[in-house]
């Protein structure tokens, strides 16, 4: 995962924590799609220009997504 990836994960997941995106913790699919959207969205402004493909861009924000995923349930975040 590339630095820029890890800072998005984290920014995300202090969002989630302090409560600022919400999240149904029964349906972690549908949280894995929201972060999926959420990520893709910030890695491609964050990346706009380098020289990255969307399908990059979409294959790192699903694998930061799962990441996060992981990361809430081993913190308690609700239903595995």
């Known amino acids: 995962m590339s630095r ?3 800072e998005i994960a984290r920014a995300l997941c202090a969002e989630i924590e302090k409560g600022g995106l919400p999240i149904d913790t ?3 699919q549908q949280v894995r799609i929201d972060a999926a959207i959420k990520l893709a969205r910030a890695l491609s402004e964050k990346t706009l220009g380098a020289g990255y493909s969307e399908r990059e861009i979409a294959k790192q924000a699903v694998e930061l997504a799962d990441a996060l995923i ?3 349930q ?3 975040g609700g239903d595995e």
């Open 74 to 76: 081993k913190r308690g």
């Open 26 to 28: 029964t349906d972690w």
């Open 4 to 6: 820029k990836g890890n």
């Open 70 to 72: 992981t990361e809430l």
